[in-house]
């Protein structure tokens, strides 16, 4: 799988918006951008997938840039519950693309 | 509904010794996955089964570690001669096929060697 490139750490006020980046810049054709997250002490939780156009769901929005080379992960409006650790991931469509290849992810707090 | 389940959460032994880890993924998903994470990083992939059949065993680190899973649902992870640096948490995800995009994660086993 291609390889991400994600910030450490950041920290967002909460009930403010959370843009986190993520640059993908060897990402081929057939790759998904996928991502999870990881609460502390838990396991990591899906959040949201897309292949070129942006998307929505009930947890984040995803921006795909036109060249597919980076994507952000918007959250609308953070709460405490959303400090996490954040993963983008890189997926195959293609025979064999079943397991997920993480990175160490960026670490957000949210701060009340 | 019931989510995957992993016992038990914690787990401490002494070197040399043998371990079992189990998972109970969501009933019906017939994709299950083992992954390891050291503190800091992000989980490594270990084993893939497809219902039975253990269909990628390529991230498993020696022949010391070894899983099954029998009857395509519970899935046993075994270590044997267990070393300081096993220690880490064992998660386990499922997923309801194999290029389901989503997959369900447990909470995890934290394995610690003394």
Not at chain 2, 1 to 7: D, E
Not at chain 2, 73 to 99: F, H, M, N, P, W
Request: net charge neutral; with cysteine; charged share 20%.
């Amino acid at each position: 799988d291609a390889k991400t490139t994600q910030p450490n750490s950041m920290e967002s006020n909460e009930e403010e918006p959370v843009h986190l980046p993520c640059n993908h810049s060897t990402i081929s054709g057939t790759d998904y951008i996928h991502w999870y997250r990881q609460l502390p002490s838990q396991g990591p939780e899906y959040v949201i997938h897309g292949l070129t156009s942006n998307v929505n769901n009930r947890m984040a929005s995803l921006a795909i840039a036109e060249d597919r080379k980076s994507s952000t992960l918007i959250l609308h409006r953070a709460t405490l519950r959303d400090a996490a650790v954040y993963y983008c991931i890189l997926k195959e469509t293609g025979a064999g693309s079943y397991q997920l290849t993480f990175g160490k992810g960026t670490k957000l707090s949210v701060i009340p | 509904g019931a989510g995957v389940s992993q016992t038990p959460s914690n787990k401490v032994t002494e070197k040399g010794k043998y371990v079992e880890l189990r998972c109970d993924p969501i009933s019906g998903h017939t994709a299950l996955y083992w992954y390891r994470q050291s503190l800091g990083q992000g989980p490594e992939f270990l084993i893939y089964f497809q219902g039975t059949g253990a269909a990628d065993d390529s991230g498993l680190p020696n022949d010391r570690f070894f899983a099954v899973r029998p009857e395509g649902s519970v899935s046993t992870l075994k270590i044997q001669r267990t070393e300081r640096g096993d220690s880490a948490v064992y998660l386990c995800a499922s997923s309801l096929a194999a290029r389901s995009y989503e997959q369900f994660f447990g909470p995890g086993t934290r394995l610690t060697v003394l």
